[in-house]
């Protein structure tokens, strides 16, 4: 991995076999974003996990070229990345929330930061209770 720092611009090349949620929260806690976009996220998984929908979730082993977009909050005292992407290749096309994946080649990501006010998040006990996978809801 490799990234830069330019004002509020982060950007980042996460290479071979990397974590891009892991990455991208590790990277934007030693830079101190604990609110921002991310503008773009844009590369190949080897592997990875979505959610769909309530209750939906699937593991990919295969070959995805992705796009996505989203943001960084904080939970618990740490950055929170929430992505969504969308990934193909010559067999299917699918899209949902990105729970990890696993780069090939490379995937570059780029956060702006947010300055002024706190994108916090916290687990909503409802969802919880309806089986929602990924129950933290942002409290802006």
């Known amino acids: ?11 980042i ?3 071979e076999g990397e974590r891009i949620v892991e990455r991208v929260e590790r990277t934007c806690l030693k830079e101190g974003i604990k609110s ?3 503008l773009s996220a844009a590369g190949a998984l080897k592997e990875c996990t979505l959610i769909f929908r309530r209750g939906c979730q699937r593991d990919f082993r295969e070959h995805l070229e ?3 977009n989203g943001n960084v909050s904080e939970l618990e005292g740490k950055p929170k990345v929430h992505l969504h992407i969308a990934g193909g290749n010559d067999s299917r096309t699918v899209a949902g929330h990105l729970i990890e994946g696993v780069v090939t080649v490379f995937c570059e990501v780029v956060v702006q ?3 002024g006010f706190e994108m916090k998040r916290a687990v909503e006990k409802t969802l919880v209770s309806e089986l929602v996978l990924n129950p933290y809801v942002l409290k802006p």
């Open 1 to 11: 991995m490799q990234y830069k720092r330019i004002g509020d611009f982060l950007v």
């Open 13 to 15: 090349r996460l290479d």
């Open 36 to 38: 921002g976009v991310i």
């Open 66 to 68: 992705v796009v996505g």
């Open 113 to 115: 930061a947010l300055h």
